[in-house]
Structures are given as structure tokens and as C-alpha cells.
């Protein structure tokens, strides 16, 4: 049972009108790690992640999460950050508490209050009170509060400064157990680099690599952020 894969992913091809988005995707992540899912905008980050959430159908292959495949059960595990906001503006933050509480069986209400106040954002504002990047903050906080198996952020730095985007990574670091694994979606590489275990570039629908962060850089000599813009000429 220990060598089963948390996600794995065979053969998965995605359409939209007779033009590929997705071609081919094989990949297998194993609890525990955190990986960096990188490529630039359009390079089918986004349909890979709204497939692997069961928001998109697969036009053919699998995805299977503990062996199974999409469906009530992965939801459950999994913990999804959008790359948009979709909560509702006009709530408060500690509506929104009450509601991910409600919704989610694994979701730690305490945890989550607790980075709220070290964010030092107050959970009786209502969230239209909030800048872009603190609504982020909310949301990053929520997603992580959950007792997941496999945490899905998709570009959760977008709109944050450099000091908070450290006690982003910081956060994302010391909150998920070691049976977990986070799979982080971006562009901004060298922003993301010093927490990952592991690397897939995407680019053009296909992936062309996937590698232990490590070994990469030594291999390569190199960081991750300039192996990326050397190969994709950035």
C-alpha cells in the first residue's frame, strides 16, 4: 500500500474544439513533497489543475488519486486553491470561517484564525473592505487549514508583496503534514525555488520535465528559475 501513488496521472489528453491543450501527460506525485508545477501563462497549467479537481472532463487518459479515480472522493481530499478568488465579496472573514467549516469535515477552524491574526487581518472585516492581496491571504489561509492529502495552489503569489510572499512559502511549509504533498502552479520561479522537492516543467501542453529539485540543480548547475528560462528562452 506505501508505494501507491497520491496523484497519478496516464495518458491524460485534453481538447477544446478540436485544438489540443493537453497532450499526453503521464506524471505520478508521492505524498510528502512539495512540487513545483511550472510553465508559462498558456502552457495548460490551469486545465491540468481543473482536471486533476474534476472541474474539466479528461478527453481521454486517467487521473487517479489513491488509486481512484476523480470524483466524490478525491474532492475530498483535496484542497484547492483557484487562481481567482471565488468567495463571496460581500461576507465577512469569519463567515467564510463558518462556511469552510461547515463544507469541510478536515478543516481546522483554530488553525485557521490563528494565521489569520499572524497576517494580522481582522476576521470581522468583510472581505470588499480587503485589497487584492489580502483577499489572496484569506484565501491561501482557508485552503491550507484543511487536514488534506494533497493541497492544489494555483499561482497563490499573484498579488502578494515580497515579505509577504515569504510568510506565504513559510506557511505552506510548516502546515501540511508529512503524509501530504502541495503541488504549487506558477510562473514565478525563483519567487517559489527554495521550498520545492520537486519540479515538472509544462510547456505547450506537454510536460518536458519532471525532476527532484536537488538533483536538477546540481546537475545543471544552475537554479532552477535559469534551467527554466534557459530552456524555454524566457
Same mark, same amino acid.
Given at each position: ?75 475530498? %481530499? ?59 491571504? %484569506?484565501?491561501?489561509?482557508? %485552503? ?13 503569489? =499573484? ?45 505547450? =501542453? ?29
Amino acid at each position: 500500500m506505501s508505494n501507491m501513488k497520491l496523484l497519478e496521472i496516464k495518458k491524460l489528453n485534453k481538447n477544446f474544439d478540436n485544438k489540443k491543450i493537453l497532450t499526453d501527460i503521464n506524471l505520478s506525485i508521492s505524498s510528502g513533497k512539495i512540487v513545483g508545477l511550472l510553465g508559462k501563462n498558456g502552457a495548460g497549467k490551469s486545465t491540468l489543475i481543473k482536471l486533476i479537481n474534476d472541474l474539466l472532463t479528461p478527453s481521454s487518459g486517467e487521473i487517479l488519486v489513491n488509486g481512484k479515480e476523480i470524483g466524490v472522493e478525491s474532492k475530498k %481530499v483535496i484542497s484547492y486553491l483557484p487562481e481567482r478568488t471565488y468567495l463571496n465579496k460581500q461576507m465577512k472573514v469569519s463567515e467564510v470561517i463558518e462556511l469552510f467549516r461547515d463544507f469541510y469535515q478536515d478543516f481546522d477552524e483554530e488553525k485557521a484564525i490563528r494565521l489569520l491574526k499572524d497576517l494580522d487581518l481582522d476576521i470581522n472585516q468583510s472581505l470588499t473592505k480587503m485589497s487584492k492581496g489580502m483577499q489572496e491571504k %484569506v484565501q491561501l489561509v482557508l %485552503v491550507m487549514s484543511r487536514k488534506a492529502d494533497l493541497y492544489i495552489l494555483d499561482e497563490p503569489l =499573484g498579488g502578494v508583496d515580497p515579505a509577504t510572499r515569504d510568510y506565504i512559502l513559510d506557511t505552506i511549509l510548516s502546515n501540511f503534514n508529512e503524509n501530504a504533498s502541495v503541488i504549487i502552479s506558477t510562473h514565478l520561479i525563483s519567487d517559489i525555488e527554495r521550498i520545492l522537492d520537486e519540479v515538472i516543467f509544462i510547456d505547450k =501542453g506537454k510536460i518536458v520535465l519532471q525532476s527532484d529539485a536537488d538533483k536538477l540543480r546540481n546537475k545543471e548547475k544552475s537554479s532552477i528559475d535559469e534551467i527554466f528560462r534557459r530552456m524555454f528562452k524566457c
